[in-house]
């Protein structure tokens, strides 16, 4: 009966090291094929690229999410709360990141005096405000007015 039990016991625990180690495998998103599962397994943090004035780290997002936060104040003034939802993007043909703002700052300033006609008009106007930097290598609008860029090779 003793040894009944160990061997239950043993098969038991024999499971849940498997389980444990399968369930901290990376796994392809359905319909991502075996090139999102190596992005998955290879993936890290984004680099450090630039000391902040206090002395802290900023990632490359932050960095991007600096100079689209210039731009949008730059192209729209009025709008002074507007955070920029920078995102890397999904389909590398793309560009590596996106700037998704158009359409929520156009749903503020629809119905304003001057405002833009079209989500594709609020990017382009950001874009417009788009600071000269070294980070950014290429710019692009796809859709409705979501911001592709490609980051620098020098980077």
């Known amino acids: 009966m003793l040894s009944k039990l160990s061997s239950a016991s043993t098969d038991l625990y024999s499971r849940a090291v498997r389980v444990r180690a399968f369930a901290s495998r990376p796994v392809a998103a359905p319909g991502r094929g075996a090139t999102h599962l190596a992005a998955a397994k290879t993936a890290q943090p984004s680099p450090t690229i ?6 802290e780290a900023v990632t490359l997002r932050g ?9 949008i104040s730059s192209a729209f003034p009025a709008v002074q709360d507007a955070e920029p939802v920078v995102a890397p993007c999904n389909n590398p043909q793309h560009g590596d990141y996106q700037c998704n703002n158009a359409m929520a700052l156009f749903g503020k300033l629809k119905g304003k005096e001057g405002a833009p006609k079209n989500p594709r008009d609020v990017a382009t106007a950001i874009l417009k405000g788009l600071p000269d930097n070294s980070t950014i290598q290429e710019t692009g609008l796809a859709g409705p007015g979501f911001i592709n860029c490609k980051i620098s090779t020098a980077y």
Do not use: W
């Not at 630039?50 to 002395?55: D, I, N, P």
């Open 50 to 55: 630039s000391m902040a004035a206090a002395g």
């Open 63 to 71: 960095e991007l999410s600096s100079l689209f936060k210039t731009a």
